[in-house]
Nanobody
């Protein structure tokens, strides 16, 4: 069965860094488009970053461009989101998302709180 399990969230001060991980299983990870979404209270879920199956192309929301980096390790079936220079506005639940064939799967989410 398909599983996406996020980890690495927590409390961090403004300007700090966190690295989120998403461990995938139950599908051919190396063929999947992987994405990170986030949802803050009272806001719509938004796409933060995406990475192609081989890792040769990435895309970012304008709000995180230059601060966040998405990467993947296909040998470990894991996608990462390195978050630097964190801001209060980055506070949200972050979700891992996978698209393989016509199927889309979601992780359970991990909370990131940026607070002083």
């Amino acid at each position: 069965q398909v599983q996406l399990v996020e980890s690495g969230g927590g409390l961090v001060q403004p300007g700090g860094s966190l690295r989120l991980s998403c461990a995938a299983s139950g599908f051919t990870f190396s063929r999947a488009l992987m994405r990170w979404y986030r949802q803050a209270p009272g806001k719509e879920r938004e796409l933060v970053a995406s990475i192609t199956s081989s890792g040769d192309s990435t895309n970012y929301a304008d709000s995180v461009k230059g601060r966040f980096t998405i990467s993947r390790d296909n040998a470990k079936n894991t996608v990462y989101l390195q978050m630097d220079s964190l801001k209060y506005e980055d506070t949200a639940v972050y979700y891992c998302n996978a698209k393989y064939g016509l199927t889309v799967s979601w992780g359970q989410g991990t909370q990131v709180t940026v607070s002083s």
